[in-house]
T-cell receptor, first 112, second 116 residues
């Protein structure tokens, strides 16, 4: 069956360091992969989309890689700040028109 | 990006009753979706709200339990019927706008439902 796996354990890092979050998937052939941020009590907010023919995408302090051979995406936040503390969700299109499936998310805590 | 509002933001309901959640978008959108997020879990798609026709439900969700309406391109409702404590969850509306990055979704703030 199709599965999206993100590290369920919280990731704690020191302010200023680079945070790296992992998204692994099985039994998918996604055309693209997305990353969202979710703060407590709020809906997810779109951050980045990377297509299957793209290896890497950047936006300000964010960088996403997409390896369709390994079936993995890495999400990096450089020079992390306490304000980056949130849960980060990976999402894949699941075959339907504009329909995506979300991973369980990884909670990031940036410690001042 | 689209601005999405949901009403109510939260509610506490008794078992066996029904609650209708409203989703309003400030611009016309192509797709509207309803998700459920149970405590500590990720988002689960309930259905795609289709304008002018019946919603498309995902496996495990049925129209009798979660009737959905979408009378126009900017508004949709989700009803949670005959509620039980297992329905306690956050319900989220999301949309895919007609412009911007294709296939990205914009989410409303959610409705936190507690069923006693």
């Amino acid at each position: 069956s199709q599965k999206i796996e993100q590290n369920s354990e919280a990731l704690n890092i020191q302010e200023g360091k680079t945070a790296t979050l992992t998204c692994n998937y099985t039994n998918y052939s996604p055309a693209y992969l997305q990353w969202y941020r979710q703060d407590p009590g709020r809906g997810p907010v779109f951050l980045l989309l990377i297509r299957e023919n793209e290896k890497e995408k950047r936006k300000e302090r964010l960088k996403v890689t997409f390896d369709t051979t390994l079936k993995q995406s890495l999400f990096h936040i450089t020079a992390s700040q306490p304000a980056d503390s949130a849960t980060y969700l990976c999402a894949l299109n699941s075959g339907g028109y504009q329909k995506v499936t979300f991973g369980t998310g990884t909670k990031l805590q940036v410690i001042p | 990006s689209a601005v999405i509002s949901q009403k109510p933001s939260r509610d506490i309901c008794q078992r066996g009753t029904s609650l209708t959640i409203q989703c309003q978008v400030d611009s016309q959108v192509t797709m509207m979706f309803w998700y459920r997020q149970q405590p500590g879990q990720s988002l689960t798609l309930i259905a795609t709200a289709n304008q002018g026709s019946e919603a498309t439900y995902e496996s495990g969700f049925v129209i009798d339990k979660f009737p959905i309406s979408r009378p126009n391109l900017t508004f949709s409702t989700l009803t949670v019927s005959n509620m039980s404590p297992e329905d306690s969850s956050i319900y989220l509306c999301s949309v895919t706008p007609t412009s911007g990055i294709p296939d990205t979704q914009y989410f409303g703030p959610g409705t936190r439902l507690t069923v006693l």
